[in-house]
């Protein structure tokens, strides 16, 4: 049993050998004196998050030829926030049926802007100064559709119970030049590209839009490459409370699961399967609750020690999360709560997102 585990524990090292940032490329002077871009943000009830990103737009080094903020039927601020701060504000028309929000949002932004790039960011993003040139300049070199995940910065304790859907979010899949990923919260392609693969209207029923899309552009021969964000752009996920939070990760689950690659997968769950070991065994060891293998509280421990010293090391560039990983298994628990609550979401056949109900299948 020992073994096992040490193997399962490697494997998380394994699995996250290769989080590669996004590359450090420099735009010539005169490719980014001619580049026209057009930053395409979707916002539904997103006024406490909205400034923010705003603010952090009109201090790039790479200034975009317009910022649009498509207003989705918000009961908030969104659509004044977006004025004040001097963006161009689409007002979004009636969703109409086989369209989740996000993708209309974001197929109106796209005919209404004029860049021949086109930057998709989700409001509650925050991108550092030099952000838009990097990942322009990365499009520029590699074609196709670049993206970032963002760093996750957590502020309150809620929050804390997202690492593992983050790391799982990252270690599941292959990350780096042309690897067929994408990820939805910050995105850019050429408008070229992006019509060829028929823009959000090839996905417009998907939930999680992103993966749909890079499938659209690996159909159409173009590369879709996936970075992490850690010192480029960050994000504050769900910080409208516990259950914005149960409800996001519900969502993520139930609709793009199945469309992990199996290698990553099995290599994913037998990682998770030493991490819930590990949570079990020593509060068992402790206890004397039912357990299998050695009781050895010293054997448990080292064991608890070992994996809850990974989860510090290697989420430091994955989000702000610090105490929550020396009680790792409370965040076991919530993952277990929210995977239970999706599969019954699945036979539902419904999710409900953003005040809409949006189906899993």
């Known amino acids: 049993m020992a073994i096992s585990v040490l ?10 050998l290769r989080l590669p940032r996004l590359p450090q490329h420099s735009l010539a002077p005169d490719l980014a004196s001619e580049l026209s871009l057009s930053v395409l943000i979707p916002a539904r009830n997103e006024a406490r998050t909205l400034p923010r990103l705003l603010a952090a737009l009109k201090r790039q080094s790479l200034q975009p030829l317009e910022v ?5 039927h918000s009961s ?6 977006a004025q004040a701060a001097g963006a161009t504000l689409l007002t979004s028309a009636p969703l109409p049926p086989g369209w989740t ?45 670049v993206s970032v995940q963002p760093f996750h910065r957590t502020e309150r304790p809620y929050e804390q119970l997202s690492v593992l859907f983050n790391l799982v979010g990252l270690m599941a899949v292959p990350l780096g030049a042309r690897v067929g990923v994408a990820f939805g919260p910050a995105m850019v392609t050429s408008r070229a590209d ?29 590369p879709v490459s996936a970075y992490i964000g850690d010192g480029d752009i960050e994000y504050r996920m769900y910080p409208g409370g516990l259950r914005e939070l149960v409800l996001g990760f519900d969502k993520n689950f139930a609709t793009a699961a199945g469309e992990v690659r199996w290698p990553w997968m099995l290599a994913v769950l037998l990682w998770l399967s030493g991490l819930f070991w590990a949570a079990w065994c020593l509060p068992a060891s402790l206890l004397h609750w039912p357990m299998l293998g050695d009781r050895s509280l010293l054997v448990n ?55 809409r109900h949006i189906p899993t299948r």
């Open 194 to 222: 992006y019509q060829r693969i028929g823009g959000h209207a090839a996905v417009a029923n998907r939930v999680v839009e992103d993966w749909f899309l890079a499938h659209a552009y690996e159909r159409s021969g173009l």
């Open 101 to 145: 929000g996000k993708n209309w949002a974001l197929h109106q932004a796209s005919q209404a802007s004029l860049g021949d790039l086109l930057v998709f960011l989700d409001a509650d993003t925050q991108p550092g100064p030099h952000f838009l040139a990097r990942i322009c300049g990365a499009q520029r070199q590699l074609g196709g559709l």
């Open 301 to 355: 421990g080292v064991v608890y020690l070992g994996f809850s010293l990974q989860l510090v090391l290697l989420t430091r560039r994955v989000g702000s999360f610090g105490w929550i990983n020396l009680l790792f298994p409370i965040p076991v628990i919530f993952f277990l709560g929210v995977f239970v609550l999706a599969i019954f979401n699945l036979e539902r056949g419904t999710i409900e997102w953003k005040d």
């Open 68 to 72: 649009l903020v498509v207003d989705d």
């Open 7 to 16: 193997v399962r524990w490697l494997l998380g090292w394994f699995l996250c």
């Open 76 to 81: 908030d601020g969104t659509a004044a926030i």
